[in-house]
């Protein structure tokens, strides 16, 4: 606290104490006073007790209903909404956003209504003690409304200028890979790029505090002046006999108070356009649509009665949403973009050099992107003209890096199939390969595995992942690259457990995979290369080719 602060502070402080003395001899003199003093304090007291918690309440609430809307309307949107929005931003959004239509509507939009309520209550009473003195109060409403306004633009304008990437994303991005960050001595330079993101923003605050700071200037001149003339013209008519010394006191301290709120407006303003415009963002979300009917909520599409699990792949050509220019399946001499027909039944690999289109195989089967061009069949039906959470449930998914939730065992595999029994949880686990150590946990099935699964080890987590994707017995089961991130050990525990699962119940299975070794016993491996199909058949088939799959499978030390 500096000096003058304090200073000034204890001169506010006796200034309001003589006031008070003098207000209080004055209201001794005068029994109206008393009773409207009385009476001030009394709404005073109700305004107080009830505007605060009745806007709090309704605030909060509003506040938790946006929210949710929000949030239900994040978890409808396909992948490519998420490809082109980070998780930074939306959490962010979602957080501050949503505070900020709290506060307007909340606490702010009582302190709003005292405001005018004091405004209004204010002018009534100078008009009623000194209509001359009212109306001079009246005729400088617009000039004080008028430079708080001033100062609420500049203090709510955005940036015109914005970082390539925002502190948000940035700051998610790098806490989300601190172990890669820090083994790999990038700390300064992470922390050089988040103050490079940071520098429009701050650079915009210096320069619009110089004119808020203006435009403060000007809004309290505006209310100080309206004091200076009530004061002046309350003078002049108390000299002339046409006013008396009460009467002008009463409308002054009315006058005053009125003033105050006021000058208050142009923060209100400032905070409810904030407030606006975070609404406005946040309705953008909840009333968006991306229309590429992919809706996992959506109930429109087809459910058949029964599926054998054939799939079926016809000229597919297709580009990521972000790298439209980059085609991953695309038409080359003769073929004519990605195509391809799997059996019921039937296990499928596919392998290739990197970025080749081996998992956007999986996910346009998923549905979790549309085909440019061509179609994709499953039994014979087009995908897109399914029910797609119907779509989902038939199939089972394992990635190369699981995904798990902090929880029990049983919560994991559940999450597979909500009203699983316990003894289907137990079967899947069984096929899963994973029983054993699961029993050999302290608690068993009820064991907490900690977040993301990380009092277990990697072999682990792969063997509980693919637990929960069989737990509901599904129709087609899709492992992306599900033991790549395994050590040798782990690896061939997880693959022992696949093959026995394929033994005992064949379904249609679709496997990516870089380690040859771990496909060989598929049915039929695929070898992606130039938009499409470059090879396929069996292990000793596409060995005796001596292509692709045979250069790789060299290549791997075999």
């Not at 005292?114 to 204010?122: A, I, P, R, S």
């Not at 001033?150 to 700051?171: C, G, H, N, W």
């Not at 599409?301 to 085609?327: I, Q, W």
């Amino acid at each position: 606290m500096s000096i003058y602060q304090f200073v000034s502070g204890l001169f506010y402080l006796r200034r309001a104490a003589l006031l008070e003395t003098f207000v209080w001899e004055l209201v001794s003199r005068n029994s109206r006073a008393k009773c409207h003093i009385a009476f001030g304090k009394a709404h005073l007291f109700i305004l107080s007790l009830f505007v605060p918690q009745g806007f709090g309440v309704s605030g909060s609430r509003l506040q938790r209903r946006v929210r949710v809307l929000v949030f239900d309307k994040l978890m409808s949107y396909s992948i490519p909404f998420f490809d082109f929005h980070s998780v930074g931003e939306l959490t962010t959004m979602l957080d501050e956003d949503s505070d900020a239509v709290g506060n307007v509507t909340g606490l702010q939009q009582g302190q709003r209504v005292q405001v005018f309520t004091c405004l209004l209550t204010g002018m009534v009473v100078a008009l009623a003690y000194a209509w001359q003195i009212g109306l001079i109060a009246i005729a400088c409403v617009p000039l004080m409304l008028g430079a708080s306004l001033l100062q609420s633009k500049y203090a709510s304008r955005d940036p015109s200028v914005k970082s390539l990437i925002s502190p948000e994303t940035l700051l998610e991005r790098s806490l989300a890979n601190i172990v890669v960050l820090q083994a790999f001595g990038l700390r300064d330079d992470i922390s050089r790029r988040y103050d490079l993101a940071l520098e429009p923003d701050a650079n915009f605050k210096k320069k619009s505090a110089t004119y808020t700071g203006l435009a403060h200037g000007l809004s309290q001149f505006a209310v100080f002046g309206t004091f200076a003339l009530v004061f002046y013209a309350g003078v002049k008519l108390m000299l002339s006999m046409k006013l008396q010394f009460t009467d002008f006191f009463v409308a002054l301290l009315s006058v005053m108070f009125s003033s105050f709120g006021a000058g208050q407006c142009g923060a209100d303003f400032s905070a409810r356009k904030r407030g606006l415009e975070a609404a406005a963002r946040l309705f953008e979300v909840a009333d968006g649509s991306m229309n590429d009917g992919n809706d996992p909520s959506s109930d429109a599409g087809n459910k058949p009665d029964t599926l054998e699990g054939k799939v079926s792949f016809n000229n597919c050509h297709f580009a990521y949403p972000t790298r439209k220019n980059n085609m991953i399946y695309y038409s080359n001499g003769d073929r004519d973009g990605f195509s391809l027909d799997i059996d019921s039944r039937q296990s499928v690999a596919f392998t290739g050099k990197s970025g080749c289109g081996k998992s956007t195989a999986l996910q346009i089967l998923l549905r979790f992107y549309n085909v440019d061009q061509g179609t994709v069949k499953l039994d014979g039906h087009d995908v897109s003209d399914l029910n797609i959470g119907w779509l989902r449930d038939q199939i089972g998914y394992v990635g190369q890096m699981p995904t798990l939730f902090a929880g029990s065992i049983i919560d994991n595999i559940k999450l597979g199939k909500p009203d699983a029994t316990h003894d289907e949880i137990v079967e899947a686990a069984k096929a899963a390969n994973a029983n054993d150590f699961i029993l050999e946990l302290s608690e068993g099935y009820n064991t907490d595995i900690g977040v993301g699964g990380s009092l277990l080890s990697g072999g682990q987590r792969q063997r509980l992942a693919i637990a929960r994707a069989i737990v509901k017995d599904p129709k087609l089961l899709i492992l992306d690259e599900s033991t790549a991130a395994l050590d040798n050990e782990s690896e061939k525990i997880v693959q022992a457990a696949l093959d026995r699962m394929q033994e005992a119940n064949a379904r249609t299975t679709l496997v990516v995979a870089h380690r040859l070794e771990t496909v060989k016993k598929c049915d039929k491996i695929v070898v992606l290369d130039g938009g499409g199909v470059k090879e396929e058949g069996t292990h000793d088939e596409l060995l005796k080719m001596e292509g692709i799959y045979h250069s790789l499978w060299t290549k791997q030390g075999h």
